[in-house]
């Protein structure tokens, strides 16, 4: 994605108005698209660094079993500032279902920080907030749930190229409401 930015000030064109007494329409229609096309170059220039630190990345999910089924798609992006700073967003989408039991559907958002005090260990931190939408099957007499939790994880791994193996822990952890089975999880992540 490029963006476009037309600088051309007073004094250019009032330069321009100068020369078009000296020179014909024609060489002033070609000095103005020169300039321009000299200010959208610059401007690609500085855009395009801003994406040359941003990273993509996320997970997928898939669980299934006797009856059981889920699947999980969590894109996110970051922004490295440097070798050592990291900060970015993802998007979390979940379904779940259990036959005979419940079905649940779970959306939200993260915020994510990274820091590598070496280039091998990645420590990170992780709000993510999720609506959780769960419905029961009407034979079992449970009332359907909808609502919001919030999480927060501090994690350490280790890294090699683009790929993180490591653990996270949910400080943040209700067993009563919390979509994970544990407040320690293992995780995998992948930045391109």
């Known amino acids: ?21 000296k020179f014909n329409l ?10 321009v096309c000299f200010n959208t170059v610059n401007a690609q220039e500085k855009t395009s660094d801003f994406w040359n630190h941003v990273r993509f990345g996320g997970g997928v999910g898939l669980s299934f079993g006797d009856g059981f089924f889920s699947g999980t798609l969590a894109p996110s992006a970051i922004y490295e500032f440097n070798n050592q700073f990291a900060l970015g967003l993802g998007l979390n989408g979940t379904y779940n279902s259990r036959k005979n039991f419940y079905k649940s559907t779970i959306f939200g958002g993260s915020l994510i920080g990274l820091f590598h005090p070496i280039n091998e260990i990645q420590l990170s931190a992780e709000f993510e907030e999720l609506n959780v939408s769960r419905k029961w099957e009407d034979n079992l007499g449970i009332e359907d749930q909808n609502y ?3 999480a927060l994880f501090i994690g350490a791994g280790y890294r ?4 993180t193996f490591g653990i ?3 400080v943040l952890y209700d067993e009563n409401k919390s979509i994970y089975a544990d407040p320690w999880m293992p995780f995998v992540r992948f930045y391109f």
């Open 160 to 163: 090699t190229q683009n790929v």
């Open 26 to 35: 024609k060489k002033t229609i070609l000095l103005i698209l020169i300039s």
């Open 168 to 170: 996270r822990y949910d």
């Open 1 to 21: 994605m490029f963006y476009y930015i037309y600088n051309i000030s007073f004094s250019t064109i009032y330069t321009m108005k100068t020369f078009s007494t």
């Open 148 to 150: 919001w939790y919030p």
